[in-house]
């Protein structure tokens, strides 16, 4: 009988040790996880979306101010510089445009009798102002340019056959190779964006650039001194096709069947008033800081997460830039901190990167990308927030060959969060994803690359408008965000099994 007492003893008191060092554990993880709060969130969300930064656009003296305020909080948390020259910064020149006023844009209707009106439009509601136009007016007729793309490697030239020197020419989004899970979408990738359609209406003399993009601020389309842009949106879009036997929607589609253009001119007269002054002394930067790990092998292994800074800035209205994508970086913010004043120490070393010059053109992304000192080689994964903090439900991706990698955060959720949850892990080859994305950036330069979304939105979006302030984000769903991520980076960190 004593020996197998002296047996159960045996089995029973490493038992005991092992689940009270789990349950040990697990109450210093829980310690931060729980002083994660909504109430301080939203007090970063409103400093972001304050006065101060006046929506944060690169190269803007505002959006120093709010990359600043970035590194004062790291610094405050005991997060050190990774940046240029042992500073939170890795800094780039960017020029940036200043909308003086909301512009004009105006339909002139010849009438019977001779007589002319002219039909005005609305800011914002019907048209948004060029935020990187060149300043003057145009009044000229407005000829339907499909997509604006000239790729004769693609037998396909929006431009072909019609003159549009001295005119207004009418721009969609996009390419006609609407699938991006599709492997011939890569060959359209470089002409989807917004940069190149403008350049490409500056080659062939157009004088005025109407983009058919919602009537957003879009400050990622270049600047030309002498090209006059402008964004519409539904009614000024009906108008110019009224009459005309057809619509923007049905010759896009046209275009998307078979591939080849529809360009006319639509007889239709318009004017567009911008009022801009050029900074070429502009500067920008990434805000870069590292929880260094603990594990003398480890710590040379690297998490990096990141999500931009930057919002569109000022034209007429302050787009104050909430949801996108102060969202991101506030949800990066707090998970940092949980994360550096955790009990639990890291292994591994985290990377928080808050990019510059997303919104106009990635430009951020694309130098940390190239040129840091987090190598991809030694890199677990780099995890991307961009609008991360409107719904109910949240949403995280990595690519197929490395899915393990979602099962930190499932298994966050899962445990301690309890929100609905999707994941993916699509294959590289056949999904490309959204091209003007920080994330794409990084995985086409190598980076295994995850994003975490939300899902379900549950209050009105308001993308590149007027209206994306702290009242449009659900500031719960980013407090879960911050905490699975608090979680998930915590064991991903700490799992010496885990390879690159």
Known sequence: MKNKFFFLLIIIIPLTSSLNAQNDYEARLLKQFHSISSEEMMEWVETLCSPEFNGRLAGTPEYLASAEWIASRLKDRGIK????NNTYFQWFDWPYTVVNDIGNLSLIIKLSDGSIIHKNYNYPDDYYPGMNSGSGEITAEVVFVGFGITAPELNYDDYKGI?????IVLVNRDVPHADPRNPEYQKWVAYCYHQYKLQNAVKHGASGFIYVDGASANPNISYDPSIIVCGIGPQPLEDIFAGLKTTNRELIEKIRKSFKPASFNTGKTMTIRANTTRHTE???????????GTDPELKNEFIIIGGHLDAVGKAGKVVNGALDNASGVVDILASAKALALSEVKLKRSVVFVFIGGEEVGLIG???FASGNSFP???TITYINLDMVGNGTGLYVSAGSPYKELLSYFEEANRKYIHRPIKTAAPVPGEYYGRPRSDEVVFRMAGYRTMSVYTTDASKKVYYHLPGDDPDAVTIEIMEDVSKMLYVGLTEMANDSTLKY
């Open 81 to 84: 510089p990774a940046g240029d």
């Open 163 to 167: 003159d549009v020197k001295g005119k």
């Open 282 to 292: 502009g500067k920008s930067c990434n805000v870069v800081g590292i929880l260094e």
């Open 365 to 367: 992304s694309k130098l």
């Open 376 to 378: 991809k080689e030694k």
